[in-house]
């Protein structure tokens, strides 16, 4: 059976959070692909994950920590002289965290400056799937987001789905400058996943749906945190719209990785066939899970895999 080969680029930095402070990691993109990796994990498919790191221990641990949940690790390139980048959660009494980085010189910020691995797996293998966030581009220089857009045109060529999770952090760069670059990105998104407050904050308006047409994109799913969200279907003809409530949940711990949760459900039954009303009850379920536990990854046995 031919394994689907799914790609997902972005960013990871070392983790520290809790009382006392204990070592984890986490990156919305990395979120995404492992626990798509989790519950995929009974069918075919290889999640592999995009960024660079360097040769200190740091970066090790975070590749044996990721190969250890099955996420393929081939496509991370090693930038001499640079380490991952490092955060800071704190949390309040109602699960709500405030973030303190120290990434200006991480690793995945050179990514493209020599031709990179992902480059490479293009020129060479069918890529089905390319996932990526506003964050991976606004770590990005100008001439690196650059390579990065001409590379998601190559899949294009190909007929690899791309998935761009408009993710924004008014701390990396502006909303007109993130507003300039996504219009570039979702010129080629087939599915877009838009966190409503986020788009706001960039666009200044709410009329996602007719952007996301007039753009070209084949599906948009818009993230409302503890509102229902909305799945739009077939933008390019006859649209058909769904709307599912999130679930209830008694005790929010932590809300880190919510929406990175939301996506890696969403995604993983979109690629199993999955009706629109399982995909987002799968979204939704994933999310809830991972706001019952703190930092922004879960014990592994709280993800229940999709059986085939």
Not at 164 to 173: I, S, V
Request: a negative charge.
């Amino acid at each position: 059976m031919y394994e689907k080969n799914i790609i997902v680029f972005g960013e990871c930095m070392v983790e520290l959070s809790g009382s006392p402070l204990s070592k984890r990691f986490g990156g919305d993109t990395l979120n995404t692909a492992l626990y798509l990796t989790r519950i995929l994990q009974n069918h075919p498919f290889t999640i592999r994950y995009a960024t660079g790191l360097g040769n200190d221990m740091h970066s090790s641990s975070l590749i044996d920590a990721w190969q250890a949940e099955g996420i393929r690790c081939d496509l991370v390139a090693t930038i001499d002289g640079k380490q991952p980048g490092l955060y800071i959660v704190e949390t309040d009494a109602n699960g709500e965290r405030s973030f303190h980085y120290w990434r200006s010189d991480s690793a995945a910020k050179y990514y493209f400056e020599q031709h990179s691995p992902l480059e490479q797996a293009v020129e060479q293998q069918t890529i089905d799937m390319f996932y990526l966030s506003g964050i991976s581009l606004a770590i990005l220089s100008h001439t690196a987001r650059d390579k990065l857009l001409a590379t998601i045109a190559k899949m294009k060529t190909n007929n690899t789905i791309i998935v761009f999770d408009n993710n924004y952090r008014e701390a990396l760069w502006s909303a007109d400058e993130a507003k300039l670059w996504y219009e570039k990105v979702l010129k080629y998104t087939d599915i877009a996943l838009i966190t409503e407050e986020d788009d706001y904050a960039v666009w200044g308006d709410q009329e996602i749906i007719q952007r996301c047409t007039d753009f070209g994109c084949q599906q948009v799913v818009i993230k409302r945190g503890g509102h229902p969200c909305t799945l739009v279907e077939n933008l390019q003809s006859q649209q058909t719209l769904t709307n599912v409530a999130p679930i209830k949940v008694e005790k929010v711990v932590d809300t880190c990785s919510a929406g990175d949760a939301f996506a890696a459900g969403y995604l993983s039954g979109y690629l199993t066939g999955q009706s629109a009303q399982q995909r987002l009850n799968l979204a939704h379920q994933t999310a809830a899970t991972v706001i019952q536990y703190p930092g922004a990854i879960t014990p592994k046995s709280a993800i229940t895999p999709l059986e085939i």
